[in-house]
């Protein structure tokens, strides 16, 4: 069983930046592919970004492409969300989740992802 904890979240400026991070506890991110997802409240949680195993390969939603970056560092079995450009819009609760050991492969459908953290708030301010 995979455990996963987001920190990292907080108030910033429009403009600003945040790094989240993503751990895995329990079991390790090894041979999983990890996603970033995002809720904002009044709306359905929504795809944000997503990275392979090893971590060859990202896609991100267009809303957030050129402005994000999401990176992995095995050995910590830690995956970041490097958020730059805070538009308030960005305003959600930023969840991770990691695919089961074996789906390595990126995806943007929340259905494909097994193991789910508690979420971490972003607070964007005008």
């Known amino acids: 069983q995979v455990q996963v904890v987001e920190s990292g979240g907080g108030l910033v400026q429009t403009g600003g930046s945040l790094r989240l991070s993503c751990a895995a506890s329990?079991?390790?991110?090894?041979?999983?592919?990890v996603g970033w997802f995002r809720q904002a409240p009044g709306k359905e949680r929504e795809f944000v970004s997503t990275?392979?195993?090893?971590?060859?390969?990202?896609a991100y939603a267009d809303s957030v492409k050129g402005r994000f970056t999401v990176s992995r560092d095995n050995a910590k079995s830690t995956v970041y969300l490097q958020m730059n450009s805070l538009k308030p819009e960005d305003t959600a609760v930023y969840y991770c989740?990691?695919?089961?050991?074996?789906?390595?492969?990126?995806?943007?459908?929340?259905?494909?992802?097994?193991?789910w953290g508690q979420g971490t708030q972003v607070t964007v301010s005008s």
């Open positions: 989740a990691a695919r089961r050991p074996g789906y390595y492969t990126r995806s943007d459908d929340q259905d494909d992802y097994a193991y």
């Open positions: 329990g079991r390790t991110f090894t041979n999983a592919a």
């Open positions: 990275i392979t195993w090893p971590g060859g390969r990202t």
